[in-house]
C-alpha cells in the first residue's frame, strides 16, 4: 500500500511559479510512475504531466507543456512539479498519483490533494 502526500499549493498571482512536492511511502518508488492530475470547481479531474520510473520519460497535458516540470528523487521517494508562469486557469485541487504502468489511464494509488489558487 503506497501512501501519497502532496504538499506546497497555495496563493499565487498570475505569472508566479510554485513548487508542488509529493512525498511516497509504504511501497518501492521506483515500481511507480507518478503522476499529477488537477481538478477545478465543477471540472471533473485532469492530467497534468507524469513521469516514468527512473525518470527517463516524461509526458505533460497541452495546457501545461513549456510551463510545468515534472522530476522525480528517488532518494528522498519525492517527485515534484515545478509551475512557472501560472495562469488563473491553473487554479485547481492538484494530486499526485503512482501506478506501476507508465500508460495507465486509471493509477492505483492518489493523494488527498494540495490547493492552487492564482489570482490575476
Known amino acids: 500500500q503506497v501512501q501519497l502526500v502532496e504538499s506546497g499549493g497555495g496563493l499565487a498571482q498570475a505569472g508566479d511559479s510554485l513548487r508542488l512536492s509529493c512525498q511516497a511511502s509504504?511501497?518501492?518508488?521506483?515500481?511507480?510512475?507518478m503522476g499529477w492530475f488537477r481538478q477545478a470547481p465543477g471540472k471533473e479531474r485532469e492530467f497534468v504531466a507524469k513521469?516514468?520510473?527512473?525518470?527517463?520519460?516524461?509526458d505533460y497535458a497541452d495546457s501545461v507543456n513549456g510551463r510545468f516540470t515534472i522530476a522525480r528523487e528517488s532518494a528522498k521517494n519525492a517527485v515534484y512539479l515545478q509551475m512557472d508562469s501560472l495562469k488563473p486557469e491553473d487554479t485547481a485541487n492538484y494530486y499526485c498519483?503512482?501506478?506501476?504502468?507508465?500508460?495507465?489511464?486509471?493509477?492505483?494509488?492518489w493523494g488527498q490533494g494540495t490547493q492552487v489558487t492564482v489570482s490575476s
Open positions: 509504504g511501497g518501492t518508488f521506483s515500481r511507480y510512475a
Open positions: 498519483a503512482a501506478d506501476q504502468v507508465y500508460t495507465a489511464v486509471s493509477y492505483e494509488y
Open positions: 513521469i516514468s520510473r527512473f525518470g527517463g520519460t516524461t
